[in-house]
């Protein structure tokens, strides 16, 4: 095996700390602050929260889970504390002066600055923000239908008492405050969020500790760059539907041509332009839990309609109802599943050759190791997105995948990308394509780049007909199909 190949395997296979994986509930959770249902039982710890600027006093930790179902999201901390202390009352009032818990939450892996917040004292009183590039409200923010309680909830006021000794905070958050940066609600299995989980004040040993660790030069909880990663887990499909998946289907692209045409003209009154969401109807294209998958299910849907919604049953003819189903599962298909007008030679060549991708990126065991491996692109992604990876830059640096510059206390410069971090230690692929191990004692400063190292920036002003070819190229590295 070539080195570099070996030390792109090393670095997926390095475990870091600041991840979570949120699975379904499995039993129904009543908010009472009490945390005795099956479901909490059964649900992981986060793990040890962080004391970031740490200098003295008692470490009292955290344990924080997460699970989620069709509709909300569950938070609840378990808070180790002898000196329970809360007094403000008001709403959105200056609750981190008290003991109070906290979660900050982005439902966008690529965009961890929007990201909305909740803070909680120990008699209950919470405050919000949205810190989202959308959001026009102020200062504060209401989010829909959250049910929380503490242990404390309503009291007037909390005092500490000798015989303080934890607290508790239990949350429901609808799915649907999320809607707007997630990229499904609920989540489909595997879709990743970035969030921390705090802890501050209090009147005696107020300590500030956090689930992801925030290290030196960032000063504040409120800190993107350093939110944890989550991912959710969804149970595998029943096997009986296994091997029915979209990815499988093929479809004769003329029908699914035609299929767009009569779509056009007889759908979207509900559904939106070129299977997009529309006022009244889901988008055919996204990923929905309850997605009809197969032929038949599909065929069934729109000659009769769905009991029960607002999807109507239809007297279009059979043949073109087949065609209309072509036409969806070519909204559903990865980019090897489609007819692409580009030269796939040439678009390789491109690759390898003038446009220099094959500097960053690995197709087939050749090339640099900074970018993602591409050999399998095709088969990963739509059409539509690896257009939008060569010509629209990311808001935001994907995760390992953020650009830094690491001063060390001996005075060595190093820039390349955050791989993993841990509590203690950061890994960095410099862009001499060495790994670097650095433990945070090491480390005067580190700056995080906003600007992801893929220059699609660059490329957006590329004649169109190589664009075309390079999408054709990628559109054709499909590695788990052959
Ligand atoms: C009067 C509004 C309306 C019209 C017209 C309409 N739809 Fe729908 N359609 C809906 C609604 C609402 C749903 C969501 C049903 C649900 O909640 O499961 C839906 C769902 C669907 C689904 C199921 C999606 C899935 O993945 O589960 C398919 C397929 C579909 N529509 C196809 C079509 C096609 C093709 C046409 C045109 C022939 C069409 N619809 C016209 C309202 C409409
Ligand atoms: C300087 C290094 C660099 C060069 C040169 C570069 N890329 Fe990238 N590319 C990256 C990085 C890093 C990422 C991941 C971060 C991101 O998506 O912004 C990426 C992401 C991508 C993605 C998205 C992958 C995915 O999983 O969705 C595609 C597609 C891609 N690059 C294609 C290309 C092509 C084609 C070229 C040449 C025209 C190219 N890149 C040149 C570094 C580079």
Redesign the pocket.
């Known amino acids: 095996m070539p080195p570099l190949r070996l030390l792109a395997l090393l670095i997926a296979a390095l475990p870091c700390l600041a991840q979570y994986t949120i699975q379904r509930a499995t039993s129904p959770i009543t908010i009472d602050a009490k945390l005795d249902e099956a479901a909490w039982r059964n649900a992981a710890s986060m793990g040890d929260f962080s004391f970031n600027w740490y200098q003295s006093g008692d470490k009292e930790q955290t344990v924080v889970k997460i699970l989620y179902d069709d509709e909300n999201l569950y938070v609840s901390w378990y808070v180790h504390d002898k000196h329970i202390s809360a007094y403000q009352r008001q709403r959105h009032g200056p609750v981190s002066k008290d003991d109070c818990v906290e979660i900050f939450i982005a439902p966008n892996a690529a965009k961890p600055g929007n990201y909305y917040t909740w803070e909680i004292n120990a008699i209950g009183t919470m405050l919000n923000r949205n810190k989202s590039d959308w959001y026009t409200g102020g200062a504060t923010w209401e989010p829909v239908g959250v049910e929380y309680k503490t242990t404390f909830h309503g009291a007037d006021k909390k005092d500490e008492m000798p015989e303080d000794d934890h607290w508790i905070v239990e949350m429901k958050v609808p799915l649907q405050n999320f809607s707007h940066d997630a990229a499904h609600t609920p989540p489909l299995d595997g879709d990743q969020w970035r969030l921390n989980v705090n802890r501050i004040g209090g009147k005696t040993n107020p300590q500030l500790s956090s689930w992801a660790p925030i290290l030196p030069p960032l000063k504040s909880f409120h800190s993107p760059e350093a939110f944890g990663s989550v991912s959710f887990a969804n149970p595998p499909v029943p096997a009986q539907t296994r091997g029915l998946g979209m990815r499988r289907i093929r479809f004769n692209p003329a029908d699914a041509k035609a299929g767009g045409e009569i779509y056009q003209r007889s759908c979207t009154m509900c559904h939106g332009l070129n299977g997009e969401e529309g006022d009244r109807a889901p988008a055919l294209g996204a990923q929905r839990r309850y997605l009809r998958r197969t032929s038949e299910d599909l065929y069934d849907a729109i000659k009769n309609g769905i009991k029960g919604t607002g999807m109507p049953g239809s007297p279009i003819p059979e043949t073109e109802v087949r065609k209309l189903v072509a036409y969806i599962h070519s909204l559903r298909a990865t980019a090897v599943d489609l007819e692409v007008p580009g030269n796939v030679a040439r678009g390789g060549e ?2 390898e050759g003038s ?3 094959s ?3 690995m197709v087939n065991g050749r090339g ?1 190791i ?3 491996d ?1 050999s399998d ?1 095709g088969a ?2 739509s059409l539509a ?2 257009r939008e ?2 010509t629209i ?2 808001p935001f ?2 995760l390992r ?1 953020q650009p830094v510059k690491v001063v060390t206390r001996k005075g060595q410069t190093i820039t390349g ?1 955050l791989k993993n971090q841990h509590n203690s230690s950061y890994q960095i692929l410099g862009n001499d394509e060495k790994l670097y191990l650095l433990f945070s004692s090491e480390i005067e400063s580190i700056e995080f780049q906003k600007q ?5 920036n660059k ?1 957006k002003s ?1 004649p169109a007909a190589d664009l075309e070819d ?1 999408v054709a190229y ?1 559109s054709r590295q499909a590695r788990s199909r052959r």
Request: proline share 11%.
């Open positions: 491109l690759f446009a220099n991708c500097k960053c990126h640099g900074r970018g993602p591409l692109i990963e992604r997105a690896i990876a060569l830059p990311k640096a994907p995948f990308l992801s190292l893929m220059p699609a490329y590329l390079l990628l």
